[in-house]
């Protein structure tokens, strides 16, 4: 694909993608892989937390293909693990989902849990360090006030001014679960369209003993790549696992026209043309060569390339510098105000909340502390 990103912390590293190879490849590339994996541990035993995610789908793999090896006793230790903490988290996500639905706030679930009731073999092959949970934006503060009430804390001070340009927020208990309450689905699609497309097509989903929704397979799948591609301190790489799950499971659901009619109408055709791109190539799945050729002639939206400035690449240089800074969250509100007809007040607003400053003076003494930081940090290019 002509269109391509060089950065080792966007696109999994050499060893994760050998941990992918045993996960979904072929018998005998999977085996391969081991081999070559195996030969690494002696040498260096610690890995990334993203890595240390995939060990329990790796064990399950290797298990099947009956690898006797010492290092299979560790691996199990880990898939057991991850069996025990999804089973002991689930009853307060259970409880959650349950109060939200019982005050007639519509939920549906995202990411972790969705994938792996619906497209693992195992729960335990999705190891999970939180839930996410949508409701629809007009509900997301009442929302957001049950689970307080019932003992969530939220991370965030000032929470209810942060809706209006927020996705999501994260909230925790007092045992340390975690639930992401989002109001949409994606910090890239807040607006109302992209929110009534993806309510439209979610589809029930039992959640322990819970009513609720998840997406369709479509969504899912774009949903797993345009979170999955941006700039990461580790290499990401669970994202690649989930959509190989998901277009192992549910291939023949995928509505390819509708998933670029919908990249097109958000401005998400470069990241997801990106994504389809690696996995079609490194893994060779299943994605049709005319949706690759369509995204990839797709012109590339002056909101993404403002974005793409950001999110694929090192951002924390540019943020440590006060423009850096200011540029950052410039990108990101360009996307959460789309369409705004107060785009410039709305920026001033948006950056009230992002430093913490809800008025004029505290907005201005905030942007002085940043300045003098600057100043103190660079003291020759001051004078």
Not at 211 to 217: F, H, K
Request: hydrophobic share 50%.
């Amino acid at each position: 694909m002509a269109k391509s990103v060089q950065d080792g912390r966007i696109w999994p590293s050499h060893w994760q993608e050998l941990l992918l190879d045993i996960v979904t490849g072929p018998d005998e590339v999977a085996l391969a892989a081991f081999r070559t994996w195996f030969g690494r541990t002696l040498a260096e035993p610690d890995f990334d937390s993203g890595s240390r995610r995939l060990f329990p789908a790796v064990y399950h793999r290797l298990h099947a293909l009956g690898v006797e090896d010492p290092i299979m006793g560790r691996l199990k230790g880990m898939f057991r693990r991850a069996w025990y903490e999804n089973n002991v988290a689930f009853p307060d996500y259970e409880a959650a989902v349950a109060l939200l639905e019982r005050h007639g706030i519509e939920t549906l679930l995202l990411k972790g849990v969705p994938l792996a009731l619906t497209y693992y073999a195992h729960p335990a092959l999705r190891p999970m360090a939180d839930i996410d949970i949508l409701v629809r934006p007009a509900q997301a503060e009442a929302a957001m006030t049950l689970l307080i009430e019932a003992g969530w804390r939220p991370h965030q001070p000032a929470w209810a001014a942060r809706i209006e340009f927020r996705h999501s927020m994260s909230v925790e208990n007092a045992v340390r679960r975690q639930i992401d309450l989002h109001w949409h689905v994606l910090l890239e699609a807040c607006n109302p369209a992209a929110d009534a497309h993806f309510w439209a097509t979610a589809r029930p989903l039992r959640f322990a003993g819970v009513g609720t929704r998840q997406m369709d397979a479509t969504n899912t799948l774009l949903h797993v790549i345009v979170h999955g591609i941006r700039w990461n301190q580790e290499p990401p790489v669970r994202w690649v696992a989930d959509a190989l799950a998901v277009l192992e499971r549910a291939q023949t659901e995928i509505d390819w026209p509708g998933m670029v009619a919908f990249a097109r109408a958000q401005c998400l055709t470069h990241r997801l043309g990106l994504g389809l791109d690696y996995l079609a190539r490194r893994f060779a799945a299943p994605v049709p060569a005319a949706v690759l050729r369509e995204l990839a002639a797709a012109r590339t939206s002056l909101t993404e390339r403002i974005e793409n400035s950001v999110i694929l690449r090192d951002y924390q240089p540019a943020f440590a510098h006060p423009l850096g800074k200011l540029w950052s969250f410039f990108a990101e509100y360009c996307r959460v105000a789309r369409g705004r007809p107060d785009f410039l007040p709305g920026f001033v607003r948006y950056l009230r909340i992002c430093l913490g400053a809800t008025g004029r003076g505290p907005f201005a003494a905030a942007v002085l502390r940043g300045a003098w930081r600057s100043v103190a940090r660079h003291p020759a290019k001051a004078r």
